[in-house]
């Protein structure tokens, strides 16, 4: 299944992706009330399979009511204000130097142990969101990456076992501040600006994906391709991550983690060939299984 973050007036509402277009879950209980049915991403989340199950029952019922009632619940994507596929996690937790090619293009040596930071909500966007670009920063760069999102408390899990507390998958653009992330050594401040998350456009429920270390991953730079490549280029793959994660602290339903990017950032280029992203820019992370996630930079007002 396939989740939405549908951005309103009112706060962030859950809907789904289906073939008929964005079914709108708060319209949809409005007209055919279902006390079982989550209402929240929050909710799906924490509910696990037994909630998929009750969403997916739920959407057929009403793919069955008459047209009316399902022209009033069913949106084009495009009449619709995406917001970031995960609203409000708890924990944003991302894996730097994790794809090999990228670590050797950078210059870095290949990690033994995950690199681990951290980012914040205020950088979460939503697909089609402008990424305000900083004043106090001339040299910001994109990153497409593959999110893990959680979906059962973890602690000390086994390799073995990680997987099963995975709730499912979204790409990510980690947009990274290269001049503000390299001035000292924590990486943090180059990662938090505002908007600097761009998460989506789906949330992915891990069945729909398979095995997510086979998955390829590329993004374009007003239209020119600039990475593609392969999840399974990792040093470190998504049940090693969340194992290793899980020795130091409990992950909890709807905590994600960034993956890391592969070869093909500007930071990566020769000195003279590295032009940073500017006012205008449109940036397209696809991964595959997962969706096509479309941001403009624009210059901070």
Known sequence: ??????????????????NEGILQLDKALSLLPDSEVPRTTEEAIA??????????????????????????VWASPSDLVF???????????????????????TNAP???????????????NGHLG??????????????????????????????????NHVFGYCAVNDVSARDLQLRT?????????????????????ADEVGDPNQLEIKLTLNGEVRQHSNTSDMIFYVDEIVSYISQHM?????????????????LGLPEDQQVWLKDGDVVTVEIEKL????????NEA
Request: net charge neutral; with cysteine.
């Open 1 to 18: 299944m396939k989740l939405v973050t549908i951005q309103m007036e009112t706060g962030p509402q859950l809907g789904i992706a289906t």
């Open 47 to 72: 509910g696990g399979t037994a909630a998929i199950g009750k969403l997916s029952a739920y959407a057929a019922r009403l793919s069955e009511q008459p047209s009316e009632t399902k022209a009033a």
């Open 291 to 298: 969706g096509t996630l479309t941001n403009r930079f624009v």
């Open 185 to 205: 050594q924590q990486w943090l401040l180059g990662k938090s600006c505002d908007g600097f998350s761009p998460l989506g456009p789906y949330l992915v429920t």
């Open 130 to 163: 402008d990424v305000p670009l900083p004043k106090v920063s001339s040299k910001v760069d994109y990153e497409a990456e593959l999110v893990i999102v959680i979906g059962s408390p973890a602690k000390y899990v086994s390799k073995e076992a990680a997987l």
């Open 110 to 124: 290949i990690p033994q142990y995950p690199i681990l930071f951290n980012k914040f909500n205020n950088t979460l």
């Open 83 to 105: 917001g970031p596929c995960v609203p409000n996690p708890g924990k944003i937790i991302c894996v730097g130097l994790n794809y090999r090619k990228h670590a050797e293009e």
């Open 250 to 266: 409990t992950l909890h339903p709807g905590d994600i983690i960034l993956t890391g990017t592969p070869e093909g950032v500007v």
